[in-house]
């Protein structure tokens, strides 16, 4: 799994190079013209409040009762460092996406479907629900051994791709912002991982 690890955070690496090139030499178009595509995809208005509540829940106030339920389902599990470390590669992977758009400075999509401001390149959300969902999955590997494991991994899963289309679907994100986003989101939480099996490593008390 280590060596997983390493591999997936090379992959990141080299796919956030690729879309920044893609960004530099203006190619990134060619992608994100299909972000229509999507929009008529989940044309029936059903969709718009799926994934109102799927981009939302990546607020402030969704993570902090996705961190305060992972808190108190593994208060018995001695994994005081995990949910530590699970708050600070959030803070860090907000902030370094936050730092990058900055730097990159891409002015969003017009014609949005939300009031959001900022730069657009990468994704917040999409990174931030990587790390959030990405993290779960891990702890669910590690201290989960129910008959839903599976189920449970497939649901983070499936809120992370959830998350980066609702960003499209609003207009507010490119699809390669989203893209960015996973990627810097998955170079944070592979680091994270091999923190984590530090932790396992490391003499105990």
């Known amino acids: 799994m280590k060596r997983k690890s390493i591999w997936l955070l090379w992959i990141a690496v080299i796919l956030f190079c690729i879309l920044l090139l893609l960004l530099e030499f203006s190619f990134a178009q060619y992608i994100d013209d299909y972000g229509e595509n999507i929009q008529k995809l989940f044309a029936h208005p059903s969709f718009k409040y799926i994934f109102l ?9 969704g993570i902090v009762i996705i961190f305060v339920s ?3 389902l593994l208060r018995k599990q001695k994994a005081k460092k995990e949910i530590i470390l699970y708050i600070i590669t959030v803070v860090v992977g907000f902030l370094l996406t936050n730092f990058i758009k900055v730097m990159i400075k891409r002015d969003r999509p017009a014609n949005m479907l939300l009031d959001v401001s900022g730069y657009s ?3 917040s959300h999409s990174s931030v629900s990587m790390i959030v969902y990405g993290y779960l999955v891990l702890l669910i590997r590690k201290y989960y ?9 497939f649901l ?13 679907y609003f207009n507010v994100h490119y ?6 986003g996973f990627s810097v989101g998955l170079m944070i939480l592979c680091i994270s991982y091999l ?6 490593k490391s003499p105990k008390k």
Request: aromatic share 10%; glycine share 4%.
């Open 53 to 61: 509540i799927i981009t939302n829940f990546m607020s402030v106030l």
């Open 70 to 72: 992972t808190a108190i």
């Open 121 to 123: 390149f990468p994704s």
């Open 145 to 153: 051994h129910g008959k839903r494991k599976s189920l449970y991994i």
């Open 156 to 168: 983070c899963c499936l809120c992370i791709l959830l998350t980066g289309l609702s960003r499209v």
């Open 175 to 180: 699809i390669t912002d989203v893209f960015a």
């Open 195 to 200: 923190v984590m099996k530090k932790f396992d």
